[in-house]
């Protein structure tokens, strides 16, 4: 197939395959290592009965390719699991059981889930706003003060850790002007306002981060186009500097900056980590770092699994909305 289906065929199967070879890598990592991975499995404080349920609920005496086909098994079409006395069922995608809680991993997933993605997708609209306009302004100043203060503030911007600007956020705005209550997670169904107050700190400690990257990418893009001959036509007819920047440079510009976004939002799910435990958020990066302290593997598992599925379609849609803003990209 040619053209834009082709090209979209071509980009899922691409993805399907990638979506495997992290599923393969992912239970390799984990499950074939050494030592007694039903042990470390059940973690620490299992009895020796215990040890030898999980042994078998992982079927460690079959060989590798066969385990590894029940794994995925369990997340294209569930399996069951036996606690005892009976038999649970744990539908598609499966992902295991948390030896620590007894909870199902996708449910456990799923609770924490809409947490990192209020994070992510409130901290994206800033980052857009900041990014894009600061990246605009510098190109429009080019060689002035301006510039020259706005390409210092974004360099600091990239070099700064997520954690310091979080902590100094958190005592300049809530400890010494007391502007914002120190953030506590509030449900979105329970009290939208409240939900936005106690996120909006979470979400300039991450977005003034990506904004510092956008904005030099915008920078860059907004000269570049501005170089073009199109550009140096426009001006030669009278049309006005705000108008060549707006309607006609910023569109060009637009490519890069989408694939970017789709990027960063994929792989802003997985490095949230830092952000939510700084601010005792309960989302997935908070949950990944406790189950790494408690060695609960079936949970590790899930969550690197999960992360790594939004970073592979983050880049599928990336990928996607480039070729729409540039066709081009669908003949390469």
């Not at 100094?168 to 002007?177: D, E, T």
């Not at 501005?226 to 036509?233: S, V, Y």
């Not at 707006?246 to 900056?257: D, E, K, Q, S, T």
Request: proline residues 4%; hydrophobic residues 50%.
């Amino acid at each position: 197939m040619n053209g834009f289906g082709g090209f979209l065929l071509r980009r899922s199967a691409g993805t399907v395959i990638t979506l495997l070879a992290i599923s393969v890598i992912v239970y390799v990592v984990f499950f074939v290592t050494p030592g007694n991975v039903a042990q470390i499995t059940c973690g620490p404080r299992c009895s020796p009965e215990q040890v030898h349920q999980v042994a078998q609920q992982l079927r460690l005496d079959d060989p590798l390719y066969v385990r590894y086909w029940h794994f995925l098994q369990g997340i294209l079409v569930g399996q069951d699991y036996s606690t005892g006395t009976s038999v649970e069922h744990c539908s598609a995608p499966c992902l295991g059981q948390s030896y620590q809680s007894g909870r199902q991993v996708t449910q456990l997933i799923l609770t924490k889930l809409p947490v990192s993605l209020s994070l992510v997708f409130g901290a994206m609209i800033l980052w857009l706003i900041l990014g894009v306009g600061t990246g605009v302004l510098s190109a429009w100043r080019r060689g002035r003060l301006t510039e020259r203060l706005l390409t210092g503030v974004t360099l600091a911007g990239v070099a700064t850790p997520v954690f310091v600007i979080g902590l100094v956020l958190m005592i300049v705005v809530c400890g010494q002007l007391r502007l914002l209550p120190f953030p506590q997670y509030v449900n979105l169904t329970e009290d939208p306002e409240q939900w936005g107050w106690n996120l909006l700190l979470p979400w300039l400690s991450l977005a003034l981060i990506e904004a510092a990257t956008f904005a030099r990418l915008t920078r860059a893009s907004m000269l570049e186009t501005l170089a073009e001959d199109h550009i140096r036509t426009f001006r030669a007819y009278g049309v006005g500097e705000r108008s060549i920047i707006g309607r006609h440079a910023l569109r060009g510009a637009f490519a890069p900056i989408i694939a970017l976004n789709a990027n960063n939002v994929g792989s802003a799910v997985g490095g949230a980590v830092l952000t939510e435990t700084l601010f005792g958020l309960p989302g997935i990066g908070q949950e990944l770092v406790h189950a790494v302290n408690v060695v609960d593997l079936p949970v590790v598992v899930g969550m690197v699994l999960v992360i790594g599925f939004f970073v592979v379609i983050a880049n599928a849609v990336a990928d996607v909305l480039y070729a729409v803003a540039d066709r081009r990209v669908v003949l390469a």
